[in-house]
């Protein structure tokens, strides 16, 4: 998280203003990147327990995988918001008046 400070502090050279844009931009593709990528993570994970499992469970259970795969998002998506918001809270400047 430190380090998108150091990022952000490197574009914007000594702008606090800009400084916090960076780091609101830069907190912002992290967070989407981890999204994307730990949700194709779990996407494939459930992927696979659907085909290799799909004989032993139930018929309730085959035909609600969109409820499994929402509430894996959300709760995803909520992780990845908490992140980003300790990101920011690290992160921002008070600019001096």
Known sequence: MKRIGIAAS??????????????????????????LIAGLAVLLAIGLVAFFGHET?????????????SLCARALGLAVVVFNIVALAINIKIPPK
């Open 10 to 35: 490197r574009i914007s050279k000594g702008n606090v203003v800009h400084y916090n844009l960076c780091v609101v931009g830069i907190s912002l593709l992290v967070s989407l990147f981890l999204f």
């Open 57 to 69: 469970m139930t018929e309730e259970l085959r035909n609600n995988w969109t409820t499994i795969m």
